[in-house]
Structure formats: structure tokens, C-alpha cells
């Protein structure tokens, strides 16, 4: 059965950082994209990142691009998103979900329960 | 950017009701197209793609149909286990983007 766990949620200072983790297990980790998604009541669900299964490419939202960096470790099974210069539209449940990638084209198959993430001063 | 409406936003509809949700994109996506079902507090969960493709495991009550820019989710035969929030998402470009969900309550 697969199984993600996200962590690294909190709250933190507009212009602040934090890394989010996503710990996979029950599936090929290498050989699959993964994904970051956010919820948040004003904005709905949002697509954030994508990489793919090699780490070889990665996707950004406009809304992220230049702040955010996602990256994974195959070996530790282990997916990341390093989220710099946070804003308060950032406050977002943020989810890690193992995708389906058909060229660039992406969907969810299945997410974690995800990690609560709040800038605020 | 694509943006996807859904309507209703809320359906209010009995067990054993046949239920449709509807969903527009503003510009053609082909059959690009996902539906999740979200309950209270929990993850969404991928229940049809491509369209009309079943996810597996997804009770065959659920299905879909539509192309180009107008899209359908039916549940032939509403469940008390199906009282929740369907959002359908395009991933025909941009990552993908969402609907804003449509309600599913028990009247």
C-alpha cells in the first residue's frame, strides 16, 4: 500500500524558510514524479512542483518560481520542497502526492494527509 | 491560464439518488481531465482519469464522460460513503489546475 508522510510544517515569519519532507514507502519511489499540491480555504487546491522519477527535471506554479525548490533522494525514498522568501499566500495545507507523468502532463494518484504550513508575523 | 468551473457548487441529494457534477474548461483540454473526491480532514483521492478511466479500487457506480471543454462526473447510485467534495482538475498544461469543488450533502 503506498504511504506518504509529509513533515516540516510550522509557522513561520513573511521572508521567512522551511523545508517540507515527504517520506514514501509501498511503491518504486525511482520510479515515479512526484508532486507538492496546497490547499488553502481563499485559493482551493493548487498545484505547486513536480519532479520526475530521476530528479532530471522539475516544474514550477508561476506563483513559486525562483522561491520555491523541490527536490528527492531515491535512496532515502524521501521527496522535499526547500520553500524560501514565504508569503502569507503561502499559508497553505501543503500535500506530497506520487503522480502520473505523460510528457508533461501530470495527475495525482495518490497523496499524503498532508503538513500545515502558516506565515504570519 | 486554464480555468475549470464546476457546477453545482453544492448538491444536496438522497441515498440511491443518480447524481451529476459538471465541469468546464475555458479552453479545450481533450480528455485531459481528473475527478477526486475530498472528505472532512483528509487527503483527496483520485477517482477517475483520462476522463472516463476508473481509477482502481473506485466503485463502478462512479463514472465520467466528456471531452474538448465540457466534462461530467455521475454516480448512478449515491452512497452514504459518497457525501463529500469532487473536484475535477485538467492536466493539460500549467501542472494542472482545479475546480473549485462542488459539495456533496446528504438532503
Known amino acids: 500500500e503506498v504511504h506518504l508522510v509529509e513533515s516540516g510544517g510550522g509557522l513561520v515569519p513573511p521572508g521567512g524558510s522551511l523545508r517540507l519532507s515527504c517520506a514514501a514507502s509501498?511503491?518504486?519511489?525511482?520510479?515515479?514524479?512526484m508532486t507538492w499540491v496546497r490547499q488553502s480555504p481563499g485559493k482551493g487546491l493548487e498545484w505547486v512542483s513536480t519532479?520526475?522519477?530521476?530528479?532530471?527535471?522539475?516544474y514550477y506554479a508561476d506563483s513559486v518560481k525562483g522561491r520555491f525548490t523541490i527536490s528527492r533522494d531515491n535512496p532515502k525514498t524521501t521527496l522535499y520542497l526547500q520553500m524560501n522568501s514565504l508569503r502569507a499566500e503561502d499559508t497553505a495545507l501543503y500535500y506530497c502526492?506520487?503522480?502520473?507523468?505523460?510528457?508533461?502532463?501530470?495527475?495525482?494518484?495518490?497523496w499524503g494527509q498532508g503538513t500545515l504550513v502558516t506565515v504570519s508575523s | 491560464d486554464i480555468q475549470m468551473t464546476q457546477s453545482p457548487s453544492t448538491l444536496s441529494a438522497f441515498v440511491g439518488d443518480r447524481v451529476t457534477i459538471t465541469c468546464r474548461a475555458s479552453?479545450?483540454?481533450?480528455?485531459?481531465l481528473a475527478w477526486y473526491q475530498q472528505k472532512p480532514g483528509k487527503a483527496p483521492k483520485l477517482l477517475l482519469y483520462?476522463?472516463?478511466t476508473l481509477e482502481s479500487g473506485v466503485p463502478s457506480r462512479f463514472s465520467g464522460s466528456g471531452s474538448g471543454t465540457e466534462f461530467t462526473l455521475t454516480i448512478s447510485s449515491l452512497q452514504p460513503d459518497d457525501f463529500a467534495t469532487y473536484y475535477c482538475?485538467?492536466?493539460?498544461?500549467?501542472?494542472?489546475?482545479f475546480g473549485q469543488g462542488t459539495k456533496v450533502e446528504i438532503k
Open positions: 483520462k476522463a472516463s
Open positions: 509501498g511503491f518504486t519511489f525511482s520510479s515515479f514524479a
Open positions: 482538475q485538467q492536466y493539460n498544461s500549467d501542472g494542472g489546475t
Open positions: 479552453q479545450t483540454i481533450s480528455t485531459w
Open positions: 502526492a506520487k503522480a502520473t507523468l505523460v510528457g508533461a502532463r501530470v495527475r495525482f494518484d495518490t
Open positions: 519532479i520526475t522519477s530521476s530528479g532530471g527535471l522539475t
